[in-house]
């Protein structure tokens, strides 16, 4: 599991691809957490009407699933690579895997949260605080999660969230927990690792570098 910090939205998907495109039978599974600067992300069934008003800032057409949906500071992003065979995950099971993660983590500060089968997503409510997207190609996952923490949620207002015109999103800070994104990637990381089957359940680290992050700038 690596801490990548804030960085840039687009080399960061580049390199996912690069390192999917790439993976043999030798390549370990990787789980990235991160931050991206301000951007609209546009999965591969998006449609332009659920840009609303976008203003000044920038959107990208990406390859995973999904419509439209917003990064910024203060949102932890979470791509699991994953070799789904050696995981023993299908694609539904990995979806699943990642709410029960996020909600187990939310609990630590008595919030109460829940999936949605037809909406995948962590709900508080009727508001989403988390978004799933997701690529799969050649047996191995990229892209993945969106949880908001302690962000501006303003731009939000400025699309059709996911595509649902009206649906509200809220965030942890707002319902009682941390404003800190390190702090919520540290509770999170070990729910995570359960849920997706790993044995070791190891801290974030920040020291590691990934071999397919090279063209990727941290700030």
């Known amino acids: 599991m690596l801490w990548l910090g804030r960085v840039e939205y687009e080399p960061t998907w580049r390199a996912m691809q690069r390192r999917t495109e790439q993976a043999d039978a030798t390549t370990r599974d990787e789980i990235w957490f991160l931050e991206h600067p ?3 992300t546009m999965g591969m069934n998006a449609r332009a009407e659920h840009l609303l008003a976008v203003g000044d800032i920038p959107v990208v057409d990406i390859d995973r699933g ?5 990064h910024g500071p203060g949102q932890l992003v979470v791509y699991p690579l994953l070799d789904l065979s050696r995981r023993s995950l299908g694609v539904r099971a990995l979806v699943e895997a990642i709410e029960r993660a996020v909600i187990d983590t939310l609990a ?4 109460g949260a829940r999936g949605k089968r037809e909406a995948p ?4 409510g009727e508001r989403k605080i988390a978004s799933i997207g997701l690529r799969i190609r050649r047996g191995r996952s990229y892209h993945g999660l969106a949880l908001n923490v302690g962000m501006d949620l303003e731009p939000f207002a400025r699309i059709n969230p996911c595509g649902h015109a009206g649906l509200q999103m809220t965030q942890v800070s707002a319902l009682g927990g941390p404003t800190d994104v390190r702090t919520v990637a540290d509770a999170l990381a070990p729910h995570l690792l359960r849920a997706l089957g790993f044995d070791d359940v190891a801290p974030l680290d920040q020291s590691a570098t990934s071999t397919w992050l090279q063209d990727v700038s941290s700030r």
Do not use: K, L, R, S
């Open 38 to 40: 301000p951007v609209f």
């Open 121 to 124: 997503g962590v709900y508080v």
């Open 108 to 111: 630590h500060w008595d919030i």
């Open 66 to 70: 999904g419509q439209v949906t917003y």
